[in-house]
């Protein structure tokens, strides 16, 4: 809930939402919209019939891709495997940029040193050399992580760290006066957190945190490393011992991208959620 | 003969057991985590938990290699996944292969289940398995450099190394041309090696290096054959391989082809980890008799129809 100022100024300034009644009306928007989408589509479509690509090589090659049958030795393989690969990396990374944003919000200075510390270090060095590091490195000093493992923890850590900073400016950007307003009432911390200030967090930290979370779906590739079956490495594999690059790619890409969208769907649901009183205060 | 190495279990096998065990795990990840904070305790050891998890989730193998493959009923192999014909995924989405026939006949022999792995090469070769694989059957090169950090029991085929150009290349007629030429090899090959005049067998003469300059492009071995099929010199004059991937790719991509005499004789050998010669031993007793009961030859026939086995040894 947001706390209204009695004359709440701030929910003026948080009206002017772009369906604000002072915007011009938009004839046919989404008609529009859908329109370009489709000569889009059929453009993209007509530049792939120029490759002379064999759709027969791709269905045939499509269960092993979307990973529908598992791989030789009985695990999950293709899209299945990334999307378990992203699913899990996006808890673990949740809970890790969920404990160094508090840490970088803490007054105590050790809790800010480690959070600051981690967060600098995960983004300032290369995924696909903390990959390795974690695989080949923590061997030597007596952790033998297994492929996956290796994965999932430098995934999670990784985007952890830039996560970390998308919620810190979520919370940030919650007004201080909301927290303040709440004490007055007498609310209990926990629930400031959890009905003041979070949901308005969320609202903010969404959008970025989904664009993250499509960004991570690719980087799971980076676990073909280690070798993964994942959806890229099937396709790589495919496409080196056969030579059909084009085929292979394409249809990797276009996996890539339909679990990208659906991804986009429910940030986008997730955004309407959280956003819905803003939106309600933007009415006339 | 498999069950006479049974019957002495490795001598050398315990220190390395106690070192890697399970126990020093979590003392190794519960140290590393806990000097943060003294407020934001609970988090820390939510953080802690976690991490605990990820690891001792992981499998953990422990001891020497004969030892553990005794023990588990499974030899773990590794190879390159885009190798053909040595090693690739095939139509039905299985390994196959020379190579990969090769470990199956050799697990078959030792009575143990085969488990492939397929991680990048460059994994691979800097050794340090660390008890994640038993053996690496994968067209390797002994190498000197490698022999620093890998064991090489057994030789198990041998095929020369050559020059292949497009078939439009009219320049380049042996490799005493390629001096200043962009020439493609597999990243960490033996092949990089060779152009870059530093390849040491160890108990064959270095081969002869008549040319100077020579701008090595590694990279993924097929992704060279195609570079070098769009034309002579658009992306790549040449490439270094081994005479049988370079067939292999002069029939998928029709537009190559191979120039000079062999360049030299390689032998391909059969990968261990450093520091267990009862698996060594296991290992080289093991293909001599592949090689001497006709099993090698028939694998070779196969893929290649003529024998590259003979003078593995």
Same mark, same amino acid.
């Given at each position: 809930?947001?706390?209204?100022?009695?004359?709440?100024? +701030?929910?003026?300034?948080?009206?002017?939402?772009?369906?604000?009644?002072?915007?011009?009306?938009?004839?046919?928007?989404?008609?529009?919209?859908?329109?370009?989408?489709?000569?889009?589509?059929? $453009?993209?479509?007509?530049?792939?019939?120029?490759?002379?690509?064999?759709?027969?090589?791709?269905?045939?090659?499509?269960?092993?891709?979307?990973?529908?049958?598992? &791989?030789?030795?009985?695990?999950?393989?293709?899209?299945?495997?990334?999307?378990?690969?992203?699913?899990? +990396?996006?808890?673990?990374?949740?809970?890790?940029?969920?404990?160094?944003?508090?840490?970088?919000?803490?007054?105590?200075?050790?809790?800010?040193?480690?959070?600051?510390?981690?967060?600098?270090?995960?983004?300032?060095?290369?995924?696909?050399?903390?990959?390795?590091?974690?695989?080949?490195?923590?061997?030597?000093?007596?952790?033998?992580?297994?492929?996956? &493992?290796?994965?999932?923890?430098?995934? +999670?850590?990784?985007?952890?760290?830039?996560?970390?900073?998308?919620?810190?400016?979520?919370?940030?950007?919650?007004?201080?006066?909301?927290?303040?307003?709440? /004490?007055?009432?007498?609310?209990?911390?926990?629930?400031?957190?959890?009905?003041?200030?979070?949901?308005?967090?969320?609202? $903010?930290?969404?959008?970025?945190?989904?664009?993250?979370?499509?960004? /991570?779906?690719?980087? +799971?590739?980076?676990?073909?490393? /280690?070798?993964?079956?994942?959806?890229?490495?099937?396709?790589?594999?495919?496409?080196?011992?056969?030579?059909?690059?084009?085929? /292979?790619?394409?249809?990797?890409?276009?996996?890539?991208?339909?679990? &990208?969208?659906?991804?986009?769907?429910?940030?986008?649901?997730?955004?309407?959620?959280?956003?819905?009183?803003?939106?309600?205060?933007?009415?006339? | 003969?498999?069950?006479?190495v049974?019957r002495s279990p490795g001598i050398g096998a315990m220190p390395i057991a106690h070192?890697?065990?399970?126990?020093?795990?979590?003392?190794?990840?519960?140290?590393?985590?806990?000097?943060?904070?003294?407020?934001?305790?609970?988090?820390?050891?939510?953080?802690?938990?976690?991490?605990?998890?990820?690891?001792?989730?992981?499998?953990?193998?422990?001891g020497a290699t004969l030892d553990?493959?005794k023990?588990?009923?499974?030899?773990?192999?590794?190879?390159?996944?885009?190798?053909?014909?040595?090693?690739?995924?095939?139509?039905?989405?299985? %390994?196959?292969?020379?190579?990969?026939?090769?470990?199956?006949?050799?697990?078959?022999?030792?009575?143990?289940?085969?488990?492939?792995?397929?991680?990048?090469?460059?994994?691979?070769?800097?050794?340090?398995?660390?008890?994640?694989?038993?053996?690496?059957?994968?067209?390797?090169?002994?190498?000197?450099? =490698?022999?620093?950090?890998?064991?090489?029991?057994?030789?198990?085929?041998?095929?020369?190394?050559? %020059?292949?150009?497009?078939?439009?290349?009219?320049?380049?007629?042996?490799?005493?041309?390629?001096?200043?030429?962009?020439?493609?090899?597999?990243?960490?090959?033996?092949?990089?090696?060779?152009?870059?005049?530093?390849?040491?067998?160890?108990?064959?003469?270095?081969?002869?290096?008549?040319?100077?300059?020579?701008?090595?492009?590694?990279?993924?071995?097929?992704?060279?054959?195609?570079?070098?099929?769009?034309?002579?010199?658009?992306?790549?004059?040449?490439?270094?391989?081994?005479?049988?991937?370079?067939?292999?790719?002069?029939?998928?991509?029709?537009?190559?082809?191979?120039?000079?005499?062999?360049?030299?004789?390689?032998?391909?050998?059969?990968?261990?980890?450093?520091g267990d010669p009862e698996w060594?031993l296991?290992?080289?007793?093991?293909?001599?008799?592949? =090689?001497?009961?006709?099993?090698?030859?028939?694998?070779?026939?196969?893929?290649?129809?003529?024998?590259?086995?003979?003078?593995?040894?």
């Amino acid at each position: 809930m947001a706390i209204e100022a009695p004359h709440g100024a +701030s929910a003026h300034e948080l009206a002017a939402a772009p369906t604000g009644e002072r915007d011009p009306p938009r004839r046919y928007f989404r008609e529009k919209v859908w329109l370009t989408w489709a000569v889009l589509v059929v $453009l993209l479509c007509g530049g792939c019939y120029e490759l002379h690509l064999d759709f027969t090589y791709v269905a045939l090659k499509l269960p092993f891709l979307l990973g529908i049958r598992l &791989s030789p030795d009985g695990f999950i393989q293709g899209a299945v495997l990334t999307v378990f690969v992203t699913g899990v +990396s996006m808890f673990f990374a949740l809970s890790v940029a969920l404990l160094t944003a508090l840490g970088r919000l803490s007054k105590n200075p050790l809790a800010f040193a480690v959070a600051t510390f981690y967060a600098s270090l995960f983004r300032g060095t290369p995924l696909m050399v903390q990959v390795l590091i974690i695989y080949l490195a923590l061997p030597q000093i007596g952790i033998v992580l297994g492929a996956l &493992s290796s994965g999932l923890i430098a995934l +999670s850590l990784n985007y952890g760290a830039y996560l970390a900073e998308t919620i810190r400016s979520g919370i940030m950007a919650v007004p201080a006066g909301q927290r303040e307003a709440a /004490m007055a009432l007498g609310l209990p911390r926990w629930v400031i957190a959890w009905k003041v200030t979070g949901p308005q967090a969320l609202r $903010l930290i969404i959008p970025p945190a989904g664009a993250l979370f499509v960004s /991570m779906l690719k980087d +799971s590739s980076l676990v073909s490393l /280690m070798g993964l079956w994942e959806l890229n490495f099937l396709a790589q594999s495919y496409a080196r011992s056969t030579y059909r690059y084009m085929e /292979m790619l394409i249809a990797a890409a276009l996996i890539y991208w339909l679990l &990208s969208i659906v991804f986009e769907l429910i940030q986008f649901r997730l955004e309407r959620r959280f956003g819905r009183g803003v939106a309600a205060l933007g009415r006339p | 003969m498999w069950l006479e190495v049974y019957r002495s279990p490795g001598i050398g096998a315990m220190p390395i057991a106690h070192k890697h065990s399970p126990t020093g795990n979590q003392c190794v990840a519960g140290r590393l985590v806990k000097p943060a904070g003294v407020e934001s305790n609970t988090a820390v050891n939510i953080l802690t938990i976690l991490l605990l998890l990820v690891v001792c989730s992981a499998p953990v193998r422990a001891g020497a290699t004969l030892d553990r493959v005794k023990h588990s009923g499974i030899v773990n192999d590794v190879l390159f996944n885009s190798y053909p014909p040595f090693s690739f995924i095939d139509a039905d989405n299985q %390994l196959a292969g020379f190579d990969v026939d090769v470990a199956r006949a050799f697990a078959a022999r030792l009575g143990v289940a085969l488990k492939l792995a397929t991680p990048g090469w460059e994994t691979i070769v800097s050794g340090r398995w660390q008890g994640r694989w038993d053996i690496c059957i994968c067209s390797m090169s002994p190498t000197d450099e =490698r022999a620093k950090v890998l064991s090489f029991p057994v030789r198990y085929y041998s095929s020369p190394a050559v %020059l292949t150009v497009h078939q439009n290349e009219t320049y380049i007629k042996s490799i005493a041309d390629i001096s200043g030429k962009r020439v493609g090899v597999g990243v960490g090959s033996s092949y990089e090696n060779y152009l870059n005049k530093a390849l040491v067998i160890p108990g064959v003469a270095p081969p002869a290096y008549p040319f100077h300059d020579v701008i090595a492009i590694p990279g993924d071995e097929t992704v060279n054959f195609r570079n070098l099929a769009l034309g002579p010199g658009v992306r790549l004059d040449a490439i270094v391989s081994d005479l049988a991937t370079a067939r292999a790719s002069i029939a998928a991509l029709h537009t190559l082809k191979i120039v000079g005499p062999v360049l030299y004789a390689e032998p391909n050998v059969v990968v261990t980890e450093k520091g267990d010669p009862e698996w060594d031993l296991t290992v080289s007793r093991t293909f001599d008799a592949m =090689r001497a009961d006709g099993t090698l030859a028939g694998i070779s026939k196969k893929w290649f129809g003529q024998d590259i086995t003979l003078d593995g040894h």
